[in-house]
Every structure is written in structure tokens, then in C-alpha cells.
């Protein structure tokens, strides 16, 4: 009888260890029934691929995976229709959304670093609507007038000003996000989050002295997640940045004494 309490008791421990350095998600996605979705890693070099699950017949899938280390995980509908978890240990992280629009729909609770990423793409995607919003005026001022005339040039002025506004909305937003959460692993999104397809909201190509919040993001890890593999990634590619600026600046040096000689 002892012998069996002492397998029990270790099963049970062995069990609540697995779970402790485990997290789940539970799904639910609207309009997937007996559909495919897919699991990877965001390691910190390439996404790793995980698992492929089908969904059930109400659109319901359950996954758990062990967690050596605070990281980032997609859940893929296609490979640009996808939402973006940060699970820690023991998380059970609860996930709702659209099959065809996941990315615009989803809500998740059960996990702070996952809900600080929907907080943050559900602002982008507002972002994403207001900047269809202004091509499309666009378009039809350009279809309207011609693309050569004054009438449209001077629309042009108009849509090009409603989009700087939204772009500082955005870019104001992310800095005051990567503020707010200094420490967190969730930082490193925030710092490469773009505005539509192409423009970096935190553009060091145009304003180099916003290195500054990548400095801060890097902080804030080193400080909270000192051995995480995001945070010396990350440091390394830091070091890099400035190594190149170091060396923009002085090529920029060097053609001023040119010019003036």
C-alpha cells in the first residue's frame, strides 16, 4: 500500500511539474469547422513549426505545449492571416476569432502577454482601416481629376496630410505601448510594428535618434528576461544598429571636410 501512495504521489507530482512548465490553448474559431490551422514558434532567429490541428465540427481545437522559455507562438489560418500569442508557464489561454479574417477578429484572455498583443494589433488594425480609408479617396480623387492635373495635386495635399496624421496617431501610440511595458517580451513587436505594408512605425532610416527605443526595449529585457534567447538576439542586433550609425555618421564627416576643402 505504501508503495502504491509513493507511485500516486509521484505521478502527481510529475504531473503538476509538466503542467507548470506547460501552457494550453483552448479555440474556438467561427467558420472552421473541419478546417486546418497551425502552430509555430516565433524563435528568435525563424519561425519553427509545431503542429497542424483540425478543427472540429463547432470550429474547436485544444493545444498544449511545453514552454523552456518566454517566447512567442502564431496560430496560422494562412500564411498572412494569423494571430500572435506570448504565453508564459501555466497560462490557459481561451482564443475566439474568424476563420477568414483571424487577424481583424480574434479576442484572447487567459494570458497578460498575449492580451498586451491583441491591445496592440487591434490598434494597428484600426489603423489598418483608417489607411484604406485615405487610398481609397485617393483613388477616386486620381480617377476623378487625372493624375497629371492641379485639382488632383491639391487633393493629393489633402489625402497625404490625413495620412501623416494617421501615421504620428500610430507611431505616438507604440511609443507610449513600449513605455507602458518596459520589460516585456511583448516590447519587441511593438518596436517593428509597421503602418501598412511598408512603413516603420519606429523608423530609424528617417530619424536615427529613435535608436533611443531600442535602447529602451533592450533595457527593460536585460533587466527582466536577462537570459531569455529574444533578449540576447536582440542585443546583438542593437550592437549592430549602432555600429552602423557609428559608421553613417562618419561617412557623413567625411564629406564634409570634403566639401569644404
Known amino acids: 500500500m505504501k508503495y502504491t501512495n509513493i507511485l500516486i504521489a509521484v505521478a502527481l507530482l510529475f504531473?503538476?511539474?509538466?503542467?507548470?512548465?506547460s501552457f494550453t490553448i483552448d479555440g474556438t474559431i467561427s467558420g472552421g469547422a473541419g478546417k486546418t490551422i497551425y502552430i509555430e514558434e516565433l524563435t528568435p532567429t525563424e519561425p519553427l513549426f509545431l503542429d497542424s490541428i483540425r478543427l472540429?465540427?463547432?470550429g474547436h481545437f485544444s493545444y498544449t505545449a511545453e514552454i523552456p522559455y518566454a517566447t512567442f507562438y502564431n496560430v496560422h489560418v494562412t500564411p498572412t492571416n494569423y494571430v500572435m500569442l506570448q504565453p508564459e508557464a501555466g497560462d490557459k489561454i481561451v482564443l475566439t476569432g474568424d476563420y477568414d479574417n483571424l487577424e481583424g477578429t480574434y479576442e484572447v484572455r487567459g494570458s497578460q502577454g498575449?492580451?498586451?498583443?491583441w491591445q496592440l494589433q487591434s490598434y494597428s488594425n484600426m489603423g489598418s482601416e483608417r489607411l484604406k480609408e485615405i487610398v481609397d479617396i485617393d483613388q477616386e480623387n486620381r480617377q476623378r481629376y487625372g493624375e497629371d492635373t492641379k485639382e488632383y495635386k491639391a487633393a493629393k495635399q489633402y489625402t497625404d496630410s490625413l495620412y501623416f496624421d494617421a501615421y504620428t496617431e500610430q507611431s505616438e501610440y507604440v511609443k507610449k505601448f513600449?513605455?507602458?511595458?518596459?520589460?516585456?517580451?511583448?516590447t519587441l513587436i511593438a518596436l517593428y510594428k509597421p503602418f501598412g505594408a511598408r512603413h516603420a512605425l519606429i523608423d530609424i532610416d528617417r530619424d536615427p535618434s529613435l535608436l533611443s527605443y531600442y535602447d529602451s526595449v533592450l533595457?527593460?529585457?536585460k533587466a527582466s528576461l536577462p537570459d531569455n534567447p529574444h533578449t540576447i538576439h536582440f542585443e546583438n542586433?542593437?550592437?549592430y544598429l549602432h555600429h552602423q550609425?557609428?559608421?553613417y555618421?562618419?561617412?557623413?564627416?567625411?564629406?564634409?571636410?570634403?566639401?569644404?576643402?
Open 15 to 21: 504531473f503538476a511539474s509538466c503542467h507548470k512548465n
Open 56 to 58: 472540429d465540427a463547432d
Open 114 to 117: 498575449s492580451m498586451l498583443l
Open 178 to 186: 513600449i513605455e507602458q511595458n518596459e520589460g516585456s517580451l511583448v
Open 219 to 221: 533595457d527593460g529585457l
Open 237 to 239: 542586433s542593437v550592437a
Open 245 to 247: 550609425y557609428e559608421l
Open 249 to 261: 555618421q562618419q561617412r557623413q564627416q567625411a564629406e564634409v571636410v570634403v566639401e569644404q576643402e
